[in-house]
C-alpha cells in the first residue's frame, strides 16, 4: 500500500476526500482500497485532502499508509498544498507524520505557499521546524520575494526577523524592487530597515526608485534614502544580525548588554 505504482482519472478515495465522507473513507479503506493511487496528474488523495484542509480526512489518510512527502505533476506534496490552503491543523499532523519541510529540486516549497497566501501562522510554524529561509523558486524566487510581491507585509516581516536575506536577487530582483512595484511604503522602510539595498540593480539595470512614480510617496521615501546616509546604528545592526547569522539570532537575547540594546537589535 505504500508504493505509488498506478494511477487512474479519479479514484473513489479521491471522490470521498474531495466531499469530505469521512464514514466513506473509512469504509473504502478497510474494503482494500489503495490510499495511494494517483490521478494523472500524479495527485494522491492526501493532496486532494490537504488542500482542501480536510483534517479527518488527512489523518485517516496517513494512518493507512499514505505517502507524506508524495509529489503531483508540479512537484507541490502534501505539506505544500495544506500550507497552499492555510490549513494549521493540517500542517501540523503531516510533520507529526514526518512530512519533510524543505524540497528537494527547485519548486515552491511549503514555506513559498504559506507566503502566498499571507499565512503566518503557517509560516511560523515552518520557520520554527527548519524551513529553508533562502528555498529558491525559479518563477518565484525566495520566500521573501513572494512575500513582498504579493504584497503580504507581516509576513515579509517573520521572514526578516527570522534571518532571510533581504537582498537576494531573482534576476537581480530584489525583494525591495517587489515592494517599489507593489508601491508599499510600510514594505520600503521596512526591507531598508533590514539592510535592503537601495541602489540594487535588476537585469535591466532599474533600481527600485525606476519602479515607482515620480511624486509617489513609495518614490519620496527611495529618494530620501538614497541623498541620506543610514546612521551608524542602522549599519551596526545590520552587520551584527548577518555575522551571527539566521539560526543563531536567538543568541542575541543572551548577550549581556542593556536591554533596549537587545531590544533594538532584534527589531523590538
Known amino acids: 500500500m505504500g508504493d505509488i505504482s498506478f494511477w487512474a482519472d479519479h479514484t473513489p478515495v479521491h471522490e470521498a476526500v474531495k466531499e469530505g465522507e469521512v464514514f466513506k473513507l473509512k469504509q473504502l479503506i478497510e474494503n482494500g482500497a489503495c490510499v495511494n493511487l494517483v490521478t494523472v496528474d500524479s495527485i494522491t488523495p492526501l493532496h486532494e485532502a490537504s488542500l482542501r484542509g480536510q483534517i479527518q480526512c488527512v ?38 507524520y514526518g512530512a519533510k519541510v524543505n524540497p528537494l529540486y527547485f519548486a515552491a516549497s511549503p514555506l513559498h505557499e504559506a507566503c502566498m497566501i499571507g499565512s503566518a501562522e503557517c509560516m511560523k510554524l515552518l520557520i520554527d521546524v527548519g524551513a529553508n529561509l533562502e528555498a529558491y523558486d525559479c518563477h518565484f524566487g525566495t520566500p521573501l520575494h513572494v512575500a513582498c510581491a504579493r ?9 526578516l526577523n527570522a534571518g532571510a536575506n533581504v537582498n537576494s536577487a531573482k534576476l537581480h530582483e530584489t525583494a525591495l524592487h517587489l515592494a517599489a512595484k507593489a508601491k508599499n511604503v510600510d514594505l520600503i522602510q521596512m526591507l531598508i530597515d533590514y539592510g535592503a539595498n537601495v541602489y540594487a540593480e535588476d537585469n535591466r539595470g532599474k533600481t527600485p526608485l525606476d519602479y515607482t512614480q515620480s511624486g509617489s510617496p513609495s518614490s519620496a521615501c527611495l529618494e530620501y534614502y538614497q541623498r541620506t546616509p543610514l546612521s551608524l546604528s542602522h549599519h551596526c545592526r545590520v552587520t551584527l544580525r548577518k555575522a551571527v547569522g539566521p539560526r543563531r539570532l536567538h543568541a542575541i537575547y543572551q548577550i549581556n548588554i542593556a536591554p533596549r540594546l537587545i531590544g533594538y537589535l532584534c527589531y523590538d
Open 59 to 96: 489523518q485517516i489518510l496517513l494512518a493507512a499508509g499514505a505517502q507524506v512527502d508524495a509529489r503531483n505533476i508540479d512537484g507541490s506534496t502534501p505539506l505544500c498544498d495544506a500550507c497552499a490552503a492555510g490549513s494549521i491543523e493540517c500542517v501540523k499532523l503531516l510533520l507529526n
Open 151 to 159: 504584497p503580504h507585509v507581516d509576513c515579509a516581516k517573520l521572514l
